[in-house]
């Protein structure tokens, strides 16, 4: 099989969708919206968007019925990109509102500790822990948008990618397996967002030609 | 390290871009989607369109500019002016949009601003505190009040009171104007800024009275704001934001300059 990467969002009604899909459009992609566990079918990979709060982002999932598919797709090993909030569900509970997420990796969502300006809103730089080819391309050390007051703080360290300071350090992107996670947002991070996103895509159609072998 | 932001702001009226004094002599300056992609690629941190549209001819004109925008443009987008009602800010955020900024509808109903951050996060949720000073006799401390519809109306509400009240509510970022400094080319009021920054968590962002890259220092530098927004300066073109980005960057301030971005 040949032809642009099959990705579909996930709308669980956390709001902006316009600009993940025409940012993966942008990089060559073949974006779709999944609100539904039948829009998975088909498609190579998914991105699980979102900002906003992790209790009414669980229920919705849960209601539209996509939290088991993804949980089997994850299991899968099939490729998943979480962004943001979608980032901190793979974990296994959070903070906020003391929320049961995904359970995907080992770990827990907490508050950002002694940020100077809390929700964290604005350009800040990513460094690299480790090379990874999400960042190919990119700069260590560019600055990425972020938008959030919470972040995931991994069991296993040896999945981190990269790291972010605002106060403290958190982690600001990860990776096992073939689950990406990014605590920023690389559809609203101008030509270094779309570098990742473009990479993303990338390790979804190398995924897509290795299992074809 | 969070880079201070440079947000270029777009007055908007039936769908175009508008430029005028006081709301009134508008003229058409061109497409909103157009040129925010263009701010966008000079290096923009963030795209502010404020919505002048008299009420009575709004439908939906903005959330096309918005989609549209969005579509090309991948920063962030903040749309204030003539949402009032957790429904519409969907509207707004599914076209596209990463906030909402409440300013006469949050003074008119200010639980507003919680209803829509448990709705939406309050990261999504912006207050514009539009702000005049009030005459002092001497030896007072300095004072503002909160005006709403453009500075045609006063309050009487302390704006300094206001502005800790609506991240009280849930509103995650606060747009401070000056309204004795808006459209005077005379520096932004540092004091107001300070006053406020100073006294919440969340994000401040200056407006009103930028004339020139100097200015968007001392906004941050006395004022303490985390990220300036200027209208004239970069339509006229008097300065780019590039150019005012390397003023904040030579002053010692956090920029993101858009050449370091692809390796």
């Known amino acids: 099989m040949s032809g642009a990467v099959k990705i579909a969002v996930l709308d669980y009604g956390a709001a902006n969708m316009v600009s993940i899909t025409k940012a993966l459009a942008a990089v060559g992609a073949e974006a779709s919206v999944a609100a539904e566990p039948s829009a998975l079918a088909g498609v190579d990979a998914i991105v699980i968007p979102g900002v906003g709060a992790a209790a009414p982002a669980m229920v919705h999932l849960r209601e539209r019925g996509l939290a088991e598919p993804l949980i089997e797709w994850a299991r899968a090993s099939r490729p998943c990109l979480g962004i943001c909030l979608g980032f901190q569900l793979f974990f296994e509970s959070s903070d906020e509102a003391d929320a049961q997420a995904l359970g995907l990796l080992a770990g827990r969502t907490v508050g950002l500790v002694d940020a100077p300006t809390l929700p964290h809103i604005g350009w800040n730089t990513v460094e690299a822990v480790r090379p990874h080819p999400l960042f190919e391309g990119v700069a260590d050390g560019s600055h990425f948008y972020f938008v959030h007051s919470f972040a995931p703080a991994p069991a296993d360290e040896s999945i981190v990618v990269a790291r972010t300071t605002h106060g403290r350090p958190f982690v600001s992107a990860v990776a096992k397996g073939s689950l990406y996670g990014l605590q920023f947002h690389p559809e609203k991070s101008s030509e270094a967002g779309l570098q990742v996103l473009a990479n993303y895509v990338g390790l979804v159609a190398d995924a897509r030609a290795g299992g074809e072998v | 390290m969070l880079a201070r932001r440079v947000i270029p702001c777009l007055d908007v009226a039936n769908g175009r871009v508008v430029k005028g004094t006081k709301f009134v002599n508008l003229t058409d300056e061109g497409d909103p989607a157009e040129l925010a992609e263009r701010y966008a690629q000079e290096g923009a941190d963030e795209i502010v369109f404020l919505d002048i549209t008299a009420a009575h001819e709004r439908r939906g004109t903005m959330l096309e500019v918005v989609r549209r925008t969005a579509s090309r443009a991948f920063v962030p987008l903040t749309v204030g002016g003539g949402v009032r009602s957790v429904d519409e800010m969907r509207d707004v955020l599914r076209a596209g949009a990463d906030k909402v900024s409440f300013n006469t509808a949050a003074v008119a109903t200010p639980e507003l601003l919680t209803g829509c951050a448990e709705r939406f996060g309050s990261q999504a949720v912006v207050c514009a505190v539009d702000a005049r000073r009030l005459p002092v006799a001497d030896g007072e401390e300095q004072r503002w009040e909160v005006v709403t519809h453009g500075g045609r109306r006063t309050t009487d509400l ?76 970069f339509h006229r073109r008097m300065h780019s934001i590039a150019e005012v980005k390397a003023a904040m960057a030579a002053a010692g301030l956090p920029v993101r300059r858009i050449e370091e971005s692809v390796a």
Not at chain 2, 191 to 196: K, M, P, W
Not at chain 2, 199 to 221: C, K, L, N, Q, Y
């Open chain 2, 158 to 233: 302390d704006a300094i009171e206001w502005a800790i009240r609506a991240v009280d509510l849930g509103a995650g970022e606060l747009l401070v104007t000056s309204m004795d400094r808006d459209g005077t080319r005379s520096g932004f009021d540092t004091e107001l800024l300070s006053q406020i920054a100073t006294r919440v968590r969340v994000p401040v962002i200056a407006s009103g009275g930028a004339a020139g890259p100097e200015d968007f220092v001392t906004a941050v530098r006395d004022g303490k704001a985390d990220a300036v927004l200027a209208a004239s300066i």
